[in-house]
């Protein structure tokens, strides 16, 4: 058997649903672990744009179980949407699986997301209003709501009433919402229960039957790592663990069970909504790397920050993570923009500099980047599909963020194209000795 964990190793949007999308082809099942419709990816093939939100990446190719765990957060009306959306294009859902456990996100965690932003004020989090954090916190104070509660009219109404009680005094100001009626949101949920009622499963059992069968399991992350609740910058991360440990309880699976952890960087950085972010561009040279990049959320629409490769992080991430390959996407990005800045450490207050990711927020808030200069290129690499097809700067560059982090490169995205990758020989045979048996 194998399972492979695909986790961000940056801020979110590093590319993972293509990464997935590619390795989902040998897959006999994609579970999704964590986070809500707060993240999405974008998978290219051909001409045609595919944007999923809760759907794991996998569900392009026919009969593909693909899963839905325990550990993402679901908005029902986001989830049927996108199901229509894909049945009108014709994509068989028939391998399609969701997680009995799953939490939903209700009406009145939106309203409440919405007002805690708008409390802070310029201390905003930058939360993408979704309702995400408060239907988790409604998780850990055992006030959820889950998927097969949607199944029950009698048990569904009794829990809407037991969660929304401690939170009058919040939602007094949205008391006349037409979405927080007991009556209609009941109504809408069940409606919606029933639409999803025939993908509603034990997914922790199904993904043991697979891994037991000595099947491969792909488990599929959202946002970053450096987004994480534990381990991100805190307070300006999303709210569930977005690190390959949370494969194992967003799914039900054991660590005995993980064999490869695959962490996806882009290679440059970028970042969504506010918090440190030592290695941030906002001049010129950062808006033309955003418009090169189409850095622009795939959910949201909103312009993401950009900057250089921060290799500090990177090497956090890939001890938090226990990585075993690197992704590096986007390589092509980078082409024409000259020298290229790598930071190797940061810089705080009164010229300290630190060589290690920082535990203490306040020196993180402080932090640049203390830099690196290697030579760019200028020669077009979107045709590249080895290694050796790249220039040399370029492939310089890939193997000083491999060394300076420590793990090696299993591919490289030169293109947002389906095909616009090369596979290392790192890469091709240790997944192929994963996946088919062979022999690295």
């Not at 051909?46 to 569900?59: M, Q, T």
């Not at 190719?61 to 014709?90: F, H, M, Q, S, W």
């Not at 009058?168 to 229960?193: F, H, N, V």
């Amino acid at each position: 058997m194998a399972g492979i964990v695909i986790v961000g190793a940056q801020w979110g949007d590093e590319g993972k649903g293509k990464v997935i999308d590619l390795l989902a082809e040998n897959a006999d099942m994609v579970i999704r672990f964590q986070g809500g419709n707060n993240a999405g990816h974008t998978i290219v093939r051909g001409d045609v744009h595919w944007k999923f939100h809760l759907i794991p990446s996998g569900i392009l190719y026919p009969g593909k179980l693909c899963a839905i765990g325990n550990g993402v957060v679901i908005d029902p009306k986001v989830l049927t949407d996108e199901l229509d959306g894909l049945r009108a294009k014709g994509v068989d859902l028939s391998g399609l699986r969701i997680s009995a456990n799953a939490h939903l996100i209700m009406p009145y965690h939106m309203y409440l997301d919405h007002a805690g932003e708008t409390k802070l004020g310029k201390l905003q989090i930058g939360t993408t209003r979704r309702g995400i954090g408060p239907a988790y916190a409604d998780k850990a104070a055992r006030l959820g709501i889950r998927v097969q509660d949607l199944l029950d009219e009698k048990i569904l109404k009794k829990k809407i009433v037991a969660a929304m009680e401690p939170k009058r005094l919040q939602l007094r100001p949205y008391a006349k919402a037409p979405e927080l009626d007991l009556q209609s949101m009941t109504e809408d949920y069940l409606t919606y229960g029933h639409r999803i009622a025939q993908y509603v499963a034990d997914t922790a059992r199904l993904t043991w039957d697979v891994l037991d069968s000595g099947k491969n399991v792909l488990f599929e992350g959202a946002q970053g790592t450096l987004l994480d609740i534990d381990h991100g910058t805190y307070p300006f991360v999303t709210s569930s663990n977005p690190v390959s440990a949370s494969a194992c309880t967003g799914t039900g699976v054991g660590p005995k069970d993980i064999d490869e952890i695959w962490g996806i960087a882009k290679a440059y950085a970028t970042r969504v909504g506010s918090g440190p972010f030592p290695t941030e561009l906002d001049d010129e040279l950062g808006a033309t790397l955003r418009e090169a990049g189409g850095e622009y959320g795939t959910t949201t629409g909103r312009a993401r920050r950009v900057g250089w490769v921060d290799l500090v992080a990177l090497r956090y991430a890939a001890r938090i993570n226990s990585l075993t390959h690197l992704a590096i996407t986007k390589l092509d990005v980078l082409t024409g923009l000259g020298p290229l800045n790598v930071c190797t450490r940061y810089r705080g207050a009164e010229e300290a500099t630190f060589d290690n990711y920082p535990y203490h927020q306040t020196v993180m808030h402080h932090a640049s980047g203390d830099y690196e200069q290697l030579p760019g290129w200028d020669e077009d690499i979107t045709g590249a599909r080895t290694e050796e097809e790249l220039p040399q700067n370029a492939r310089d560059y890939l193997k000083f963020i491999s060394d300076f982090v420590g793990v090696p490169i299993a591919l490289i995205g030169v293109g947002p194209g389906r095909d616009q990758v090369i596979w290392t020989d790192a890469g091709r045979a240790t997944y192929a000795a994963r996946t088919e048996g062979v022999t690295a």
